[in-house]
């Protein structure tokens, strides 16, 4: 099973400057319970943006086309296939980022949990297109930061129409 895992601003952005676009505590509280126990699977750039490494409690997998680099504390992988070899078929792998990670793995996941942020912000890094004649949304539930400001944000769970063969 392989999911995607996001929060996106309301034109898609998700990065700026190898950084976040918000801190949303009960989103990241989220992120966590969803993803303890499992294996993460991230770019090079997101990792590097990580204020703490490895995510702890999670089997980290790093993606880098750099055949020199070996991460300590991860497991480095040099392609996706590479990637997904290091993963038993029975694993659960959760795709945390960043933009050309999503991008390379929407055709083959399974599953996404997107975090929509009603809010704009400038990006520099964006999420794919969700393409509604492939995906349909099979979770819904509104929040509101629980804060001054009062983000609003909904959490939407998509599975594809089809199954992948
Ligand atoms: N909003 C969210 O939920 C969220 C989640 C995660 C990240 N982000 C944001 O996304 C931004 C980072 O995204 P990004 O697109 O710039 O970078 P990224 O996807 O995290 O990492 C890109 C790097 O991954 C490696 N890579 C990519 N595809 C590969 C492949 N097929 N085989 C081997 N290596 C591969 C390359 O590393 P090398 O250069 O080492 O070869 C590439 O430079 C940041 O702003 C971050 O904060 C947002």
Redesign the pocket.
């Known amino acids: 099973m392989i999911s995607i895992?996001?929060?996106?601003s309301e034109d898609w952005?998700?990065?700026?400057?190898?950084?976040?676009?918000w801190h949303i505590s009960e989103d990241l509280k989220r992120?966590k319970r969803l993803t303890i126990g499992k294996t993460v699977l991230?770019?090079?750039?997101?990792?590097?943006?990580l204020p703490r490494k490895p995510l702890i409690g999670r089997k980290n997998i790093?993606?880098?086309?750099?055949i020199q680099?070996s991460i300590e504390s991860a497991v480095t992988?040099?392609?996706?296939e590479?990637?997904l070899s290091k993963c038993s078929p029975d694993e659960e792998v959760f795709v945390?980022?960043?933009?050309?990670?999503?991008?390379?793995f929407m055709p083959i996941a399974d599953q996404l949990f997107i975090?929509h942020v009603h809010k704009k912000a400038p990006?520099?890094?964006y999420?794919p297109e969700i393409d509604l004649n492939i995906w349909k949304i099979t979770e819904k539930e509104e929040f509101k930061t629980d804060d001054d400001i009062g983000i609003p944000y909904t959490y939407a769970i998509y599975e594809r129409k089809t199954r992948l063969g």
């Open positions: 895992i996001v929060a996106v952005g998700i990065g700026k400057d190898n950084e976040l676009l992120f991230m770019g090079k750039r997101t990792w590097e943006s790093v993606l880098t086309d750099d680099e992988a040099y392609s996706i590479d990637a945390i980022g960043g933009g050309s990670i999503y991008r390379q975090t990006a520099d890094i999420f």
